[in-house]
């Protein structure tokens, strides 16, 4: 499948189900759809996303934690101040041998 019939499938796909939703949300008040949808069954069209959109944020923090949680603290640098004092004593050390 190319990527024209593809994309062209993706626009047809998301116009059928934004259709549905506006069905499943607003079908108790539409004359067409009241039979088939109760308001019960119609109040879960406001609740799934939510619902959803919560998990998907808390999936998120829980996976930051546990990578926080699991990751090994990282081998601390030297500050260049250190550095300098090691060369600098090496240096004497070396002066002081000969």
Known sequence: MDDKNLGSLIVVLSLLLMGGYFVWAFGPWLPMFNSWISPEISEWAYKLPVILAVYMML??????????????????????????????????KEKKEQ
């Open 59 to 92: 999936l998120i923090i829980l996976w930051i934690g546990y990578t926080m949680a699991t990751t090994p603290p990282p081998i601390p640098l030297e500050s260049p101040l250190e550095i300098e004092r090691e060369e600098i004593d090496t240096v004497g």
